[in-house]
């Protein structure tokens, strides 16, 4: 059968009356946005080969728990469950290395997510971009970088700190209340605090 015309919604619910080749193709379909996310929250801290994996259970539990009647799209549930599992992930594993989720992130991304020059993106770019600055204007090297994030980051508090990681992976902050099992309405006004110290930090 050809599941490509196929409403995801229904695929589920003919998983369930046993049609088995579907979880196949729900996950042939999926490993692209799966790479794409342990891509993205390897900035936190973790191997992105075990990112993937945990990625392909959330995928497994987004196909488990689906409700048609409850849930958004397929879609938008599966990213959800996808990041969420993802983030647990490299929750556990920095508490195993006694080093919370909070604690200072890595400068640089993953080697794989360079720009057409070959370069990095440093964190405090990201964070920049959300005010509204560059680094280029800030004339900033490298170890102003560091020291910069590093007093961004102490001066945030646990929430907001890993409000910010998770937007520094491309979360909206929706999805960041979700995983973070918060209001959207907190979650926004974190992401407006974080902004602010930032701000303060770079006018001093």
Request: proline share 1%; charged share 35%.
């Amino acid at each position: 059968m050809n599941y490509d015309n196929i409403p995801e919604e229904e695929l589920i619910s003919f998983l369930r009356d046993g049609d088995e080749k579907i979880i196949e193709y729900i996950i042939e379909k999926y490993k692209d946005l799966v790479r794409k996310k342990a891509g993205s929250m390897f900035i936190l801290g973790a191997d992105k080969e075990d990112l993937i994996q945990e990625g392909m259970i959330g995928l497994y539990n987004a196909v488990r728990d689906y409700d048609a009647g409850r849930d958004a799209s397929f879609y938008t549930f599966a990213d959800l469950c996808i990041s969420r599992q993802m983030y647990k992930a490299v929750e556990a594993g920095n508490r195993k290395k006694h080093s919370p989720l909070n604690s200072y992130v890595s400068i640089y991304d993953d080697e794989n997510d360079k720009d057409e020059r070959g370069e990095g993106t440093s964190i405090l770019e990201k964070i920049l971009s959300e005010t509204g600055r560059s680094p280029e204007e800030m004339f900033i090297d490298k170890e102003q970088t560091e020291d910069l994030e590093q007093r961004i980051y102490d001066s945030l508090s646990d929430f907001e700190r890993k409000v910010l990681n998770l937007r520094l992976t491309g979360l909206e902050y929706t999805d960041i209340a979700r995983i973070l099992g918060r209001d959207a309405k907190s979650t926004d006004n974190a992401l407006s605090r974080i902004k602010g110290k930032v701000r303060k930090i770079l006018e001093e």
